[in-house]
């Protein structure tokens, strides 16, 4: 079956830099987009960043542009999120995903089958 397991998360000061990785396995990689999601508490799951199946195109949310990066490598099955200049505003459990639906926009929770379990990132001031 497909896993998708998240990990990097932690605690961190504000300013300061993290990277999340995403291995997947089950599915054929490189064929889909994949796709990082964040959720804090009481809020819906948003959209941060999206990569094509050859990493050749990327898009990030505008509260993180500048600041992180997506990114994959298809030989290693695994995608990965720079994270830089963190703010507290950035905790949140930071969750993987692969996009299975592509009649919807990749920004959208719902064009997502595949995700893994989360890994929590929290930025202390």
């Known amino acids: 079956q497909v896993q998708l397991v998240e990990s990097g998360g932690g605690l961190v000061q504000v300013g300061g830099s993290l990277r999340l990785s995403c291995a997947a396995s089950?599915?054929?990689?490189?064929?889909?987009?994949m796709a990082w999601f964040r959720q804090a508490p009481g809020k819906e799951r948003e959209f941060v960043a999206r990569?094509?199946?050859?990493?050749?195109?990327?898009y990030h949310a505008d509260s993180v542009k500048g600041r992180f990066t997506i990114s994959r490598d298809n030989a290693k099955n695994t995608q990965y999120l720079q994270m830089n200049t963190l703010k507290p505003e950035d905790t949140a459990v930071y969750y993987c995903?692969?996009?299975?639906?592509?009649?919807?926009?990749?920004?959208?929770?719902?064009?997502?089958?595949?995700w893994g379990q989360g890994t929590q990132v929290t930025v202390s001031s």
């Open positions: 995903a692969a996009q299975t639906k592509y009649s919807f926009p990749s920004t959208l929770v719902r064009g997502y089958e595949y």
């Open positions: 089950g599915l054929t990689f490189s064929s889909y987009t």
């Open positions: 990569i094509n199946w050859s990493g050749s195109n990327s």
